[in-house]
């Protein structure tokens, strides 16, 4: 199967820094890698879309300045959360694109601001 | 603006019973996920069907992509408390996933 890997996890930090988080295709090379953000009893929301090599595509809404997204290489996008507040809170879920339509989901990172 | 609707938002069993999920749209989509996902998790998808009419069967799990792609379904039979989870069903449309709000699914023993 398909494998998609997220680090870290779970993070908290201080109100005012800046948090990486790191999504990785294990097993296969993915052009097109997605952020999702998730609150608590919620459905996914999507963020942006990145494509390596190239500018990420953020959604309505969503501060590209305070969301900074890297795909830097055909297996790893990154997601820096700049000067991050309380209400950054969140469940940050990324997918890797694999076939035409097919998302394959990291196991989310959860990001606690003080 | 393509829209999924599904329901029930929220569906609590007893182990034994049959269920069935819905997802539904006004918009044609080239495919049509089901993801579950545990919380704290990420979603880990279960099933694509891409037919109109499609039908996939995964155990007491069966899936149905509606004959116009704008519609599916996913039926459970003979519900366990593993099968506890949100199931959340998203359509396809050029490499982007437009999600259902989800199902929460509450399976007692």
């Known amino acids: 199967g398909a494998v998609v890997s997220q680090h870290p996890s779970w993070v908290i930090c201080k109100s005012g820094t800046s948090v990486k988080i790191e999504c990785r295709s294990l097993?296969?090379?993915?052009?097109?890698m997605f952020w999702y953000r998730q609150f608590p009893k919620q459905s996914l929301m999507l963020m942006a879309t990145s494509n390596e090599g190239s500018k990420a595509t953020y959604e309505q809404g969503v501060e590209k300045d305070k969301f900074l997204i890297n795909h830097a290489s055909l297996t790893l996008s990154t997601l820096t959360v700049t000067s991050a507040h309380p209400e950054d809170s969140s469940f940050y879920i990324c997918?890797?694109?694999?076939?035409?339509?097919?998302?394959?989901f990291g196991p989310g990172t959860r990001l606690t601001v003080l | 603006t393509q829209l999924l609707e599904q329901s029930p938002q929220f569906l609590s069993i007893q182990e034994g019973e049959n269920l069935t999920v819905y997802c539904n749209s006004s918009s044609v989509f080239s495919s049509l996920q089901w993801y579950r996902q545990e919380p704290g998790e990420g979603p880990v998808l279960l099933v694509t069907?891409?037919?109109?009419?499609e039908v996939k069967k995964l155990k007491r799990l069966t899936f149905q992509f509606g004959d116009a792609r704008k519609d599916s379904s996913l039926h459970i039979t003979a519900a366990q408390p593993g099968d506890t989870g949100l199931y959340l069903c998203?359509?396809?449309?050029?490499?982007?996933?437009?999600f259902g709000k989800g199902t929460k699914l509450s399976v007692k023993p």
């Open positions: 069907v891409v037919t109109g009419g």
């Open positions: 997918s890797a694109l694999r076939a035409t339509d097919t998302q394959y």
């Open positions: 998203a359509g396809g449309s050029q490499g982007n996933l437009i």
């Open positions: 097993d296969f090379q993915a052009t097109t």
